[in-house]
Structures are given as structure tokens and as C-alpha cells.
């Protein structure tokens, strides 16, 4: 059965992305990477939040890699989080309104694979739900002040987490975490 796991680059300071929902930033920090090199073969679809799928791209400007997953190197099912599906449809995208339903689609085409959850809230929403059983962090060295932070959870209670392993790339050091139930 899949597992949920949200993997994501974040600055030192804990943002995910720069105000505004800037992306530019991550450019230099995608680099070589064993552990998301790795990672990109055991993914079996994607849960994406709809302002992570329609939002901005550190790929910008490269038309071989801009919109696509892992710049290109992953392609499968996606399953976009949303209440407001566009009218046309998109080649590989499904478009769901609910995360229950999101959540089960995903795991049923992912098999035996990983669900990678893309998007904060929808990370958060998994969480608060009880779906997420594990968390990547790739850590690049950069402080960005402000932005989109990893987990925004005003108020929340703690959550456990269990560290799988910690490997170093050229370009950051990554965190594997189980989440305790």
C-alpha cells in the first residue's frame, strides 16, 4: 500500500518558498542529489495543492523543464487538490475537491509506491489529518526572511517525529522523518 510522504527544499529559516510564493530561489539549490535522485524512482503519483500546481516555478524560463515535476524528471498521475477545476482538461492531472477523496485516488495509482504530497496546506492538511507517514526535508543554505513556511500550524499540538536518516548533497542536507502516530 502507498505511503504519504511530503518532500520539499527549505531555507534554513524555514520557508519553502519566498514571499509571494517566489520560487527563483530554489534555482541554485537543485543540484545533485542522491537521496531525491532515488526518491524520483519510488514515486508512484502526486498529491498537489492547486496554488503549488498553478503557482510559480523555479524552472522558469526552461522550456524543457518549466511545469513539469521534478523538472522533468518524474512524469505519472497527479491528483491537484481544488474547488475550482479548470473547464479544460489537463493531460495527466485529475482534479480533485476534497482531500479524503484526493488522498485515496492518489494512493490507489500509486500501488506500492510513494505519494508525493506537494504544497504546504495540502501538507498540512494531511498531517492534521492523519495521512502523512513521512516527511523529506532538503535543507539549502540560505536564509530567504520571509515567505511560505514549511508547516504553519498557529495554535497545533506537537507532533512526533522519528528521523529515518540524514545524508548530505553538494547542494543540501537532507532530513528523512517518519511521522509517529
Known amino acids: 500500500m502507498a505511503k504519504m510522504l511530503y518532500s520539499v527544499t527549505m531555507s534554513l529559516d524555514g520557508f519553502i518558498a519566498g514571499p509571494g510564493g517566489d520560487m527563483s530561489w530554489l534555482t541554485e539549490h537543485l543540484g545533485p542529489n542522491p537521496t531525491v535522485d532515488k526518491l524520483i524512482g ?30 522533468g524528471g518524474w512524469s505519472g498521475p497527479q491528483f491537484v487538490l481544488t474547488h475550482h477545476a479548470p473547464h479544460t482538461p489537463v493531460p495527466g492531472v485529475t482534479f480533485v475537491g476534497d482531500l479524503d477523496s484526493g488522498v485515496a ?6 500501488g506500492d509506491k510513494y505519494v508525493n504530497v ?17 516527511i523529506l526535508v532538503c535543507i539549502a543554505p540560505v536564509l530567504l526572511g520571509g515567505g511560505v513556511r514549511l508547516f504553519d500550524r498557529p495554535g497545533g499540538t506537537n507532533v512526533k517525529l522519528e528521523r529515518l536518516s540524514l545524508t548530505h548533497a553538494p547542494q543540501a ?9
Open 42 to 71: 519510488d514515486i508512484g503519483a502526486l498529491l498537489v495543492g492547486n496554488r503549488t500546481f498553478r503557482g510559480d516555478d523555479p524552472y522558469k524560463g526552461d522550456a524543457d523543464r518549466e511545469g513539469k515535476a521534478f523538472g
Open 105 to 110: 485516488a492518489a494512493k490507489a495509482a500509486a
Open 118 to 134: 506537494l504544497g504546504a496546506d495540502v501538507a498540512r492538511q494531511c498531517l492534521d489529518a492523519g495521512h502523512l507517514d513521512e
Open 173 to 181: 542536507t537532507n532530513l528523512w522523518l517518519r511521522v509517529d502516530t
